[in-house]
């Protein structure tokens, strides 16, 4: 079949909760909003429903000839260096007439990190409150230059509006909450609260949630960056960087 342009398959991580799945394809509705009838899909690394495989299969069988995947991923850590290349390497080799090309990352970007602060304001943070501090919190990597990604996020917001800023990793890496709050408190801030580096709820941020509630009581807790439409103009933005390099190298 001709198509002028190649279907975006958002590929995300994939969680037993599925309110991680139900945000993703919620997000997926306001990326098509503002795709101009691009054939925009969604798959999942693991977990959760279409796999990877799957999605690109089915399509192929739709008579598709090249997809462009976008990864719901905030870093270049364990799933976009090495889980999905491995992925669609094993479904072109099955399917020697697709083309894949696989996008950047999502994350870092402006843009992600303005929803990230506009979350702390609906939860409602005052960025400018001098004794506060502010805990942004990401999954944690293996990969450091992953957790530096955040680790460098925080640095930038640190002081910059007059709350205290430190990250902090759910598994992996460190510092994990307790010792981020405590890190805080040791500086000085008196009230805390909780910004989130993840795209959707989950096992993991309720797990955040809960350490938090045990570290600092009463810690007011951001909600994820989920389905704004900003998420939705970085996951294009990726989806047209990549088109545009596959199309300068074929």
Excluded: C
């Amino acid at each position: 079949m001709t198509q002028a342009q190649p279907p975006l398959l958002i590929v995300a991580h994939g969680s037993r909760d599925p309110r991680s799945a139900a945000t993703v394809r919620a997000l997926a509705e306001v990326v098509r909003t503002q795709a101009e009838g691009r054939d925009v899909r969604v798959a999942f690394l693991d977990l959760s429903e279409p796999s990877v495989g799957d999605a690109l299969a089915a399509l192929h069988a739709e008579g598709h000839r090249h997809v462009v995947a976008v990864p719901l991923l905030l870093g270049h850590a364990y799933h976009a260096r090495i889980d999905l290349p491995a992925l669609v390497e094993d479904v072109t080799a099955r399917l020697p007439r697709l083309s894949v090309t696989v996008s950047d990352v999502l994350g870092p970007d402006p843009l992600l990190e303005d929803v990230a602060r506009d979350r702390l304001a609906e939860a409602g943070v005052e960025l400018s409150d001098p004794d506060l501090g502010v805990v942004l919190t990401a999954v944690g990597s293996s990969h450091a230059p992953a957790n530096e990604v955040v680790s460098r996020i925080a640095r930038s917001w640190d002081g910059a509006h007059g709350a205290r800023v430190t990250a902090a990793f759910a598994s992996t890496a460190r510092p994990d909450v307790p010792a981020a709050v405590a890190k805080l408190r040791a500086r000085g801030a008196r009230r805390f609260a909780v910004a989130a580096w993840f795209f959707a709820p989950g096992l993991l941020p309720d797990r955040i949630a809960d350490l938090v509630e045990q570290s600092a009581p009463g810690s007011l807790v951001a909600a994820p960056l989920g389905t704004d439409p900003r998420v939705a103009a970085v996951v294009l933005d990726r989806y047209a960087e990549a088109l545009a390099a596959a199309t300068r190298t074929a």
